[in-house]
């Protein structure tokens, strides 16, 4: 939790420093690009009401996903109005505005016939690639009115992520002769165009393996299917996890006990079990990372479909690469 009395103290709050006094020689420059992470956010407010709001607007944006740890899906650092750093750190990726309309900023990013309290969101404002949200905050009650603003603006802000993530997923395009060729067996899938891809009877696999610096970073999907639609079971799930994880992979993968959790959600209108966990391989030193398996029935082809996919990236958030992984996974589409 940040002090309402210091500026930046998160981890990573000395890069931030030392990035936004680099950029200084860029300020004659016209529309530069963006710095930072697509989930780090620069939040601009003024002191006394941060001192009110912190807690909430931290905790709103910094909500973790679990991936082989929990990881902040966003990351946050505060900048007070008055800081002389702001003319820099405006131009991050992401930026949020807490403010009235008599604050120049706010007045300079807001139409005047909207409203307060409201979200607003623009782009490309300071730097190319941002996305700029606004709190409009009214003259009084400003405190509660963040607070009743914190679920749509964090709606809103995962929006725009999982749009710069299947943006980037499909930077090579979507293989469409992939997706029709697919459809002869039953269902489809949006591939980016760099996965790799084979099938051996009802088996398929999918894979993305990139080499970055010395490092694998791998996203692979796996599907399958079974005659009949009698509902699936956790254990019943979990075992063929377990299985395809002996099987099919080299090394071959465990499920671990940790972060193992179930869910029933629904995606194209149909109804899938979904389990999420993290496996480690049997390799002299072991790798590991999430994984999310699915069984979703389709009446129409009396087939039941189970479909798993998992990320390997080490040394860096893995959340991103799980997050295409989702994305991808929702595009499943059963095919009459």
């Known amino acids: 939790m940040f002090s309402p009395m210091i500026n930046y103290r998160t981890p990573f709050s000395a890069a931030l420093t030392v990035t936004a006094l680099a950029v200084l020689s860029l300020s004659g420059c016209k529309a530069p690009q963006a710095f930072g992470d697509r989930n780090s956010i620069i939040v601009r407010a003024e002191s006394a009401l941060w001192a009110e709001v912190d807690s909430a607007v931290m905790a709103t944006l910094e909500q973790r996903a679990y991936t082989t740890r929990p990881e902040r899906i966003f990351k946050a650092t505060f900048v007070a109005a008055s800081d002389t750093l ?6 991050w990726h992401q930026v949020l505005v807490l403010g009235t309309l008599d604050d ?4 300079h990013l807001v139409n ?6 409201a979200v607003v969101y623009t782009r490309d404002v300071w730097a190319r690639t941002q996305g700029v949200a606004i709190l409009l905050l009214p003259q009084e009650n400003q405190a509660e009115a963040v607070r009743a603003l914190l679920p749509e603006l964090y709606d809103q802000l ?3 992520y999982d749009e710069w993530v299947t943006e980037r997923m ?11 060729a697919l459809a002869d067996f039953g269902f489809t899938l949006q591939l980016p165009g760099v996965y790799i891809h084979s099938h051996e009877d009802s088996l398929f696999r999918f894979g993305n393996p990139y080499r ?8 692979s999907v796996l599907l399958t299917w079974r005659e009949g639609t009698d509902p699936v079971t956790a254990e019943e799930l979990r075992a063929w996890r377990e299985g395809i994880g002996e099987t099919y992979f080299d090394p071959q993968q465990e499920v671990l006990e940790e972060g193992i959790r179930f869910d029933s959600v629904e995606i194209g209108g149909l109804a899938r079990l979904e389990l999420r966990g993290v496996w480690q391989d049997n390799a002299e030193f072991p790798a590991a990372g999430p994984f999310v398996t699915r069984a979703i029935a389709c009446p129409s082809q009396n087939r039941t479909y189970y479909i798993d996919g998992w990320v390997f990236a080490p040394g860096t958030d893995k959340y991103p690469y799980l997050r295409q992984i989702e994305i991808l996974l929702d595009t499943f589409r059963c095919v009459d």
Do not use: E, F, I, M
């Open 104 to 107: 120049p900023v706010v007045a």
């Open 86 to 91: 702001w003319p820099n750190l405006r131009k």
């Open 158 to 160: 995962r929006a725009r």
């Open 212 to 219: 970055q610096g010395d490092t694998d970073l791998l996203r």
């Open 170 to 180: 499909y930077t090579t395009g979507v293989n469409d002769s992939l997706s029709q």
């Open 112 to 117: 005047s016939d909207v409203s307060p309290p």
